[in-house]
Every structure is written in C-alpha cells, then in structure tokens.
C-alpha cells in the first residue's frame, strides 16, 4: 500500500506534465485550423466580390460604347450602324419629337437627317453618362449628347447642339442594345447667366 501510494502522486505528476505540453498544442491546433478557414472565406468572397466587379465594369463600358457607337455613326452620317445598335424592334424618339420603332424604321429615318446635318467639320460626341443597371442584364442611362458644327435648316452653321440623351439598354446574348431611346434638345442657359459669366460676375 506504501509503494502505490508513494507512487500514485508521482504517476499523476507525470501525466500532467506529460499532458501539460498537449493542451496548448491541441487549442493551438484548433485556431490555426480556424485562421486558416477564415482566411479561405474571405479569399473566396474576394474573388467573387472581384469577378461581379469586373463583370458590372465590362457591362458598362459595353453600355456606354452604344451611346459612343450612336454619335460615331451620326458624323460617319452611317445610318445601318446607328439601327443596328438597337433591338430589332427597339423604339426611338428623335430631337424633334418623331416616333420611330423598329430598324427598318429608324434607317429610313437617320439617313436623310444625317445627309442634311453633317458635313465636313461636324462633331458628336456623349458625356455626363449616369448608367444604373435595374437588373444584371438591363441598365439605364441618361447622359448629354453634344453636336457640334451640324448644317442648320436654313444652311448656316450651328456650332453646338446640346441634346439630352436617355436609353434603356438591354443584353442580348453575348452584347447589349438599346432597347428604347429618348432624345430631347437641351434647354439652353438664361440670357442672365450668360451675360453675367461673360462679364465675370
């Protein structure tokens, strides 16, 4: 009974320095284990977040291209491209208030307008783009369309046409047109406002 007494205190000495180191180990272990799922979490949500980013920067440089492509099209006076940026039976309603619906339409349309508008020192070109996408695949935009140096009806030059701008654009497969288009002149500054610029006031 001595020897197993004398004994019993050091076989639980033993065990607990010899189980001492484990714990640490073991609790070490286990957050390492945790850190490393976290950081795999958030690695995976990053390149996800990173990927739809990139996704929403390509659709909307692929919607601002058709306001661009529409303007590029207007100097090259290149009416087939200026419909072909629109759905096959997209809507648009022209500066001058004419409905137009469909291609065909819109071809018959921009083809004369073009013809008696530019001429050789003519410039079109968009800004103040606003896009907001109202769903993955459908985006609106509002932005200014600005015309320079266009043939007037009377044959003089008009230096600058300020022209509002807005589309519902859509994706069509692989590539996005507009669906329906509103284009209406832009109002142009008070008399007031431009006296008092140009006097520096």
Avoid at 129 to 150: E, G, M, Q, S
Avoid at 172 to 192: K, T
Wanted: aromatic share 8%; proline share 6%; with cysteine.
């Amino acid at each position: 009974m001595k020897i197993s007494q004398t004994y019993r205190p050091v076989f639980f000495a033993t065990h607990t320095i010899n189980s001492a180191p484990q714990a640490p180990k073991s609790a070490l272990r286990g957050l390492m284990h945790r850190l490393g799922l976290t950081l795999l979490a958030c690695t995976l949500v990053l390149g996800v977040t990173g990927s739809a980013s990139a996704g929403d920067a390509r659709d909307e440089a692929a919607v601002r291209a058709l306001g661009d492509s529409f303007a590029k099209a207007f100097v090259q006076k290149n009416a087939e491209l200026r419909a072909s940026l629109f759905a096959e039976n997209g809507t648009f309603v022209t500066p001058v208030g004419d409905f137009l619906q469909g291609r065909v339409a819109m071809v018959k349309d921009f083809g004369p307008e073009a013809e008696q508008a530019v001429n050789g020192s003519t410039q079109a070109a968009f800004s103040n783009y606003r896009v907001r996408f109202i769903k993955p695949d459908v985006a609106v935009v509002d932005a200014l369309l600005t015309v320079h140096n266009v043939n007037g009806p009377d044959g003089t030059t008009i230096p600058v046409i300020p022209i509002n701008f807005f589309y519902v654009a859509a994706r069509h497969g692989d590539h996005w047109l507009i669906e329906d288009g509103r284009a209406h002149f832009a109002p142009a500054p008070p008399n007031g406002m431009t006296k008092s610029s140009a006097s520096g006031n």
